[in-house]
């Protein structure tokens, strides 16, 4: 393995970013709501984008030493465009259950799974695919153009092309999926009330009763249910 990380640097800096990810996190809220010190908490989850700088620095001096453009490097790319499309997430997470946890914050909010919720929340995740890919395709074009070997460039149109069929695909399957779904899904029927349906034209309003004003009601028993409609 050491051997590994020394050939490739590039694999060595994308696992450092990812600890350092979590672990700025952990103390960001750890800081934020146990110890209350919310300036220091933020100066340190500040330092979180930092962490992608960090990887295109790294990226691009094995690139320019001569390295040939490799998996680590595409791997480089995507982990670079899903650090900046799901990061903000990522924190908004971990806040949201701290606060709860130790700051009586509310309770985190389940993902909604039916509906037109359901279709909004999934489209927010496919945003932030399209983001990943959006990034990870616009490095990887940059290494075709200046550090790639012409046998390497179509490798790296070939990922590229994978990706945004992986984009494709999550739409198909996610949104595009749970909107039809929803379409397709049973209205809402009355409710029957004793054996006979609840037809407000009818019986009025069973709930409470009412009818309009200056509108006499009528008392009727419906297959053993006491109700009140007005009087035609």
Known sequence: MPAYFAENPVAAVIIGCEVGLWVLLGLGMV????VRLRRTSTVVLAGIPLLDVVLVIATAIDLHLGADVGLVHVLAGFYLGSSLAFGPAIVRWADVRFAHRFAGGPAPRKAPKHGPERVTHLMREWYRVLGTVA??????????????????????????????????????????WESGTSRLSPQAQPQ?????????ELLGDLDGGRAPAGVPR????????????PRR
């Open 31 to 34: 800081l934020r709501y146990i």
């Open 135 to 176: 990034i990870a395709s616009a490095v990887l074009v940059v290494m075709i153009l200046f550090f790639a070997a012409p046998e390497d460039q179509s490798r790296l149109w070939t990922w590229i092309g994978r990706a945004w069929a992986v984009v494709g695909l999550w739409y198909l399957f996610g949104p595009l």
């Open 192 to 200: 029957p009330i004793g054996g006979v349906a609840h037809d407000p």
């Open 218 to 229: 009528v008392h009727r028993a419906v297959d053993g249910e006491h109700v009140t409609h």
